[in-house]
């Protein structure tokens, strides 16, 4: 990819969480289409964003540790606009893996939504940084009425019917798993099929994907001003990264990023 400096404070007309969170992992079209599972996607991220929801508790087998866990979303542009990364958290997550039925349900807070932090710009693969005051402006205006509209639709969630293992495995051996379910955001739902894949760590399993979503779809307008010379692709690419506890473990002061 080419180096860009995002200076611009237009910013998204739209985006998700979710947006399962969610979960850098899967693929969706105006039907449901499934992702390609990430091969090598989810370039660690280390430290947890600036913002934290909450302290970490003790968590039961299977729950996402909402402390390490991230959904990441690129931002194509449109004309001469600016391509973006952008990173939120999980206001709560369960996902249980091999499950064919009620296997869990990931909600995302769109609030928590930061555009082009340095470890969403990295993640997404883009070069350069964004100075304070123009992320404001594009935080702004992407959390705002006219596009994420967070005081009215302040989660998306991602409602999971079924968790089920593939016959295939990852090119490095890892198990992988479609997920089945219904995802709102923005006040619309739609179906979704998510393939992820299945890393095991010490005391977790970290779970990765990514899929694609149109933001027309979720009755979102794409940002575009100057009649249609600046502005931002209708498609968007979101990333789970999630982290799932293997077993209980006890309360953490703060979290550690997920790393391969």
Known sequence: MDPRNNRSP???A?????AVLGLA??????T??????PAQTGQPFGQPAGQAIGQPTALASGNVDLARSR???FVGKSGFGHEHGVEGLLSSGTLQLGAAQNAGQLVFDMRTFDADTPVARKYVGLK???DESTRKQVNDN???AAVLDVSRYPTATFKINAARQLAQKSRNGNLQYLLDGVFTLHGVSRPLQVAVVSIPQQGATRVAGNFEIQQTQFGIKPFSKGL????VTDELRIYGDLQLTTAPRAAQSSGQGVRQ
């Open 71 to 73: 959904v990441f979303i």
């Open 228 to 231: 249609g010379l600046v502005g």
């Open 128 to 130: 350069g940084t964004t």
């Open 25 to 30: 992992i899967f693929a969706y079209s105006a």
């Open 10 to 12: 237009h910013f998204l």
């Open 32 to 37: 449901t289409s499934v992702a390609q599972a």
């Open 142 to 144: 992407m959390r705002g």
């Open 14 to 18: 739209g985006l998700v969480t979710v």
